[in-house]
């Protein structure tokens, strides 16, 4: 196999075919018009070119001596990182099923035999344009995501900017930015709010919408509106402006770090935990409630109790315990998964149980896990 220079910015096009005529034909067409060209005779031979040199385009006969081009391509796109390399297919059977197959097995295009060297040149252009312009479009869209992302991140406090809420927050989002969201927000002398919410569906729509909630709770978030005076709030104008069949569920606490009264107030959300450091059974505050943005008069869970210094309280999303059975049983394994941590600081805490929640699976759902220290 012939090597490429690496350092030039022209095409690649790997010519696959066990006739050594057409492999020089097809060569010299292509080196006339400026593309760089590989060539292999067999399907191993085109494993290793394509693995060593990654070309832009294959053209590949339909019949090698050590098995299908079509069998080849099926396999090539199944392939991570390979599956949007073009493939053309070359052959001398120019009947309908044989180009019908082609298509099935993911070709591009179907050349047939006699090769014309314009009609080669113009069907190979065509596609590594439309492959330029999937490419260029990939790299925009990328680029939006990740300041899309970067918006979303920085919408979201860090323990460093609010040291007096003593918190620590994991989120792990299947696509860059999510539905997943949740704020700690300082609500009046000696009180911080926190929250954990997610938007209904896991496209980048729902992270939009994560952005008005928390215009939403920054406006409301005062002593003057308790929890539920706050979801109340959330519901009436979110009701307003979702579209049908979006809506929040959400958890959010007020903690008086003086008096150490938290209440809490829950909108259709998983329940929150408790650990205590002098024991070993944690506690799933059980609530239930109406989700917010989906109805006119919700109703929603509310629980006033004491945090004593000893606990924490950890808010999360669904994604984190709707893993591998019923939600239940999620439940119980981050309870079980943070109580067994009550000794570690929170920050070392809170990503590791993420870490051994999502070993066997990876996130395949948005998560956020928020964790307080009274």
């Not at 053209?59 to 396999?75: A, I, R, T, Y």
């Not at 989002?173 to 700690?184: H, K």
């Not at 215009?215 to 409301?220: G, M």
């Not at 958890?251 to 024991?279: D, E, K, M, V």
Request: negative net charge; hydrophobic residues 45%; proline residues 6%.
């Amino acid at each position: 196999m012939r090597r490429i220079d690496r350092k030039s910015v022209s095409p690649l096009v790997l010519v696959v075919d066990d006739d050594r005529t057409t492999n020089r034909t097809l060569q010299a067409i292509l080196a006339g018009a400026g593309f760089r060209t590989a060539t292999a005779g067999d399907v191993a031979g085109t494993w290793a070119g394509i693995r060593a040199n990654r070309p832009d385009l294959v053209l590949l006969d339909v019949n090698l001596p050590d098995g299908s081009g079509f069998e080849l391509c099926q396999k090539l796109h199944k392939e991570p990182g390979l599956g949007q390399m073009p493939v053309l297919f070359i052959s001398a059977n120019d009947e309908l099923a044989a180009k019908v197959r082609g298509f099935e097995a993911g070709g591009v295009d179907y050349i047939s035999k006699p090769l014309a060297g314009a009609e080669v040149l113009a069907r190979v252009g065509t596609h590594l344009r439309l492959k330029r312009a999937y490419e260029a479009l990939l790299e925009l869209q990328t680029e939006r995501l990740d300041r899309l992302a970067a918006a979303q991140q920085n919408t979201m406090p860090q323990p460093q900017d609010l040291p007096e809420a003593r918190f620590q927050a994991a989120l792990r989002q299947r696509l860059q930015a999510g539905g997943d969201f949740y704020d700690v927000i300082p609500s009046g002398e000696n009180s911080v709010d926190y929250l954990v919410a997610d938007a209904s569906g896991h496209d980048l729509g729902a992270s939009y919408w994560t952005a008005a909630l928390k215009a939403l709770v920054a406006e409301h978030a005062n002593p003057l509106n308790s929890p539920a005076d706050v979801l109340c709030a959330l519901n009436s104008a979110l009701g307003r402006i979702l579209p049908p069949g979006a809506f929040f569920t959400l958890i959010y606490a007020r903690l008086n770090r003086r008096s150490h009264r938290l209440s809490l107030a829950n909108a259709g959300h998983p329940p929150a935990i408790i650990t205590r450091a002098q024991s070993t059974e944690p506690l799933i505050v059980l609530q239930e409630g109406d989700v917010v943005g989906a109805f006119p008069d919700p109703v929603f869970g509310v629980t006033e109790m004491t945090l004593r210094p000893d606990e924490r309280l950890f808010l999360y999303s669904d994604g984190v315990v709707e893993r591998g059975g019923a939600t239940s049983a999620g439940v119980n394994r981050l309870a079980t998964a943070c109580q067994a941590r009550s000794s570690m600081p929170l920050a070392d805490l809170v990503p590791s149980v993420l870490d051994e929640l999502t070993s066997d699976q990876g996130a395949d759902d948005d998560m956020v896990l928020l964790g307080v220290s009274a």
